[in-house]
């Protein structure tokens, strides 16, 4: 069955510095992956997705890749605030039925000033 | 535009009691999916809807858990008989389009956390 996982659950930098957050999939090759945003208490955010036929996108200090032969997304924040702290989920569409997305438990970023 | 809604935010019920989730999709979306969110796990699918048509409800457990979304009004997620195993967050999303949470994500609402006491 498919399975999605986020390579840490916490990542801690310095404000300045690029964090990078990982997400592996197995046993399944999605059309879509994206990323959202999850602060405490609240729903999630949609950040960014990317396509099985792209390589990279990228949305002001956001960079999503796309990497079809390792099955994985990498998830970049360049210039980091403390303001990016937050939990980052990566999601792809189902296998099954391909009626909604499945989540992974996410990395939760945290930058200190 | 309001976003999706979600009422209560907070929900406390007794173990066997009855609980109803609301959830209002953005104005124009006529799909609605309901996700679990429980300690220490990720996001877990449960039941995706149309308007009057459960479309795929494959996550959902099959003893307890039921979910509409009428005509008028708002999709309702209603578990009966809460077990404490049933605290979670419950979130809500919407899209306007069949597989337009493909295109341009989901739009969640800010969910209602039921704690079975």
């Known amino acids: 069955s498919q399975k999605i996982e986020q390579n840490s659950e916490a990542l801690n930098i310095q404000e300045g510095k690029t964090a990078t957050l990982t997400c592996n999939y197995t046993?399944?090759?999605?059309?879509?992956l994206q990323w959202y945003r999850q602060d405490p208490g609240r729903g999630p955010v949609f950040l960014l997705l990317i396509r099985e036929n792209e390589k990279e996108k990228r949305k002001e200090r956001l960079k999503v890749t796309f990497d079809t032969t390792l099955k994985q997304s990498l998830f970049h924040i360049t210039a980091s605030q403390p303001a990016d702290s937050a939990t980052y989920l990566c999601?792809?569409?189902?296998?099954?039925?391909?009626?909604?997305?499945?989540f992974g438990k996410g990395t939760t970023l945290s930058v200190s000033s | 535009n309001a976003g999706v809604m979600q009422n209560p935010r907070h929900l406390v019920r007794r173990r066997g009691q009855e609980a109803r989730l609301r959830c209002s999709p953005m104005k124009g979306h006529s799909h609605v999916y309901w996700y679990r969110q429980l300690p220490e796990e990720g996001l877990k699918f449960m039941v995706y809807l149309q308007k009057e048509n459960i479309i795929d409800e494959s996550g959902m457990p099959k003893e307890r858990f039921s979910a509409e979304f009428p005509k008028e009004g708002p999709s309702i997620l209603r578990i009966q008989q809460v077990v404490r195993g049933d605290s979670a967050a419950y979130f809500c999303?919407?899209?306007?389009?069949?597989?337009?949470?493909?295109?341009?994500?989901?739009?969640f609402g800010s969910g209602t956390r039921l704690t079975v006491v």
């Open positions: 046993n399944y090759s999605p059309a879509y």
């Open positions: 999601a792809l569409d189902r296998e099954q039925a391909g009626t909604a997305l499945i």
């Open positions: 999303a919407s899209s306007a389009t069949e597989g337009g949470y493909l295109n341009y994500g989901y739009t």
